[in-house]
Structure formats: C-alpha cells, structure tokens
T-cell receptor, first 111, second 114 residues
Framework: AQSVSQHNHHVILSEAASLELGCNYSYGGTVNLFWYVQYPGQHLQLLLKYFSGDPLVKGIKGFEAEFIKSKFSFNLRKPSVQWSDTAEYFC?????????FGIGTKLQVIP | DTAVSQTPKYLVTQMGNDKSIKCEQNLGHDTMYWYKQDSKKFLKIMFS???????INETVPNRFSPKSPDKAHLNLHINSLELGDSAVYFC?????????????FGPGTRLTVL
C-alpha cells in the first residue's frame, strides 16, 4: 500500500520568507510524485511533478521540489513567498494505478 | 474551454434524498476519478474508471454508485444521503497508459446535507 505524510498542517509566514513544506511517502516500487495547490475556493492545480531524471524539479510560480530517494521525501520549496501563495498544498504519490494525496498543508502568507 | 466540468457547483438537500453529480471532460482522457474532500481538506479517492470500466473502488458505502456512459463522462449518484456525506466532491481525469499520470481536476461540487 502507498501512503503520503505531510508534516506541517498549518504554516504561517510573512511575505518574502522562505518556504519548505515536508512530504514523505511510502511505496515499494517506482513512483511518480506531485505537488498540487488549491487556492481558496478553487480546484486543485498541478504545481510540479517528478517521474524521472533530475531530482530537483522546478514548477510554476517559482516553486521547486527535490526528490531524495534514500529519504523517501519530496519537499516543496520557494525562496520568497508572496501573499498570493496563500493556499492549501497537497503532496501526492502515484504507485500502481492510483494517486494518493497527503492531508494537505495550509499556507498563510501575511503581507 | 473548460477541461473538466462538474454540475451542479452547489447542492443543498435533505437527509434521505437521492442526488446525482455530473462530470464531463473534453481532454480525451481515458481515466476519470471521483474524490471526496472533507471539512478538514483531506482528499480521498472514491472511484476510478478507465474506458468506462471500474478500476478503483475504495471503501465507499454502496449508497454511492458511479456511472460512466462513455469515457468522457463519469457521474456520481448518491442514495439515501446522510449528514456525513456533506463534503466537496471533485471529479478528475488523466490519460491512462502513460507512466506520468497528472490529474486534471474539476471545480468541485459542494454538497450540503441538512
């Protein structure tokens, strides 16, 4: 069975602060990894993805994530957050067939 | 053009009623999904269909019955609605057979059971 854990459930940052959201997964085989973002009142959108190659993945809006296979981690980072980054962030892992989502991290950016 | 659409956007109903939510995707994808997002934002897969065939059926009460008339549509029918069914239901689609399986989500249907 595959699972995903996100360590930070609620993060509050000031604008221009750096962000790192933790994500660890459990699965015995090859995985695809995703970060999705859900802005208030909106549906989920893909932020970035990893399925092979360079473990440092760059996504939209200045976000990046690093896949560390030995740690089963896929942490999301952004060097300087903006108020518009206020949203819910979901890490997801795809093993065989299905995608499992983490519980989500609510990011609140204070102007 | 909307890639994944759902109707209705909001649904308020009484306990015990039967209701349906419709989903359509115009991306040409082979696989469609239903997810339930509860009040704590936890997103859990309910069903997945590939080319009109059920491939994932998580532990969901049999009051929930998905129906896929063709690969572009996946509807969700719920019988005898209960208070605990209140949630946001998201439809999604992806291209099956591709190792990289990005999902495209619909706008969600907020179901409130009174």
């Amino acid at each position: 069975a595959q699972s995903v854990s996100q360590h930070n459930h609620h993060v509050i940052l000031s604008e221009a602060a750096s962000l790192e959201l933790g994500c660890n997964y459990s699965y015995g085989g090859t995985v695809n990894l995703f970060w999705y973002v859900q802005y208030p009142g909106q549906h989920l959108q893909l932020l970035l993805k990893y399925f092979s190659g360079d473990p440092l993945v760059k996504g939209i809006k200045g976000f990046e994530a690093e896949f560390i296979k030995s740690k089963f981690s896929f942490n999301l980072r952004k060097p300087s957050v903006q108020w518009s980054d206020t949203a819910e962030y979901f890490c997801a892992v795809q093993g065989y067939q299905k995608v499992t989502f983490g519980i989500g991290t609510k990011l609140q950016v204070i102007p | 053009d909307t890639a994944v659409s759902q109707t209705p956007k909001y649904l308020v109903t009484q306990m015990g009623n039967d209701k349906s939510i419709k989903c359509e995707q115009n991306l040409g994808h082979d696989t469609m999904y239903w997810y339930k997002q509860d009040s704590k934002k936890f997103l859990k897969i309910m069903f997945s269909y590939n080319n009109k065939e059920l491939i994932i059926n998580e532990t969901v009460p049999n009051r929930f019955s998905p129906k896929s008339p063709d690969k572009a549509h996946l509807n969700l029918h719920i019988n005898s609605l209960e208070l605990g069914d209140s949630a946001v239901y998201f439809c999604a689609s992806s291209q099956a057979g591709v190792r990289f399986d990005e999902q495209f989500f619909g706008p969600g249907t907020r179901l409130t059971v009174l």
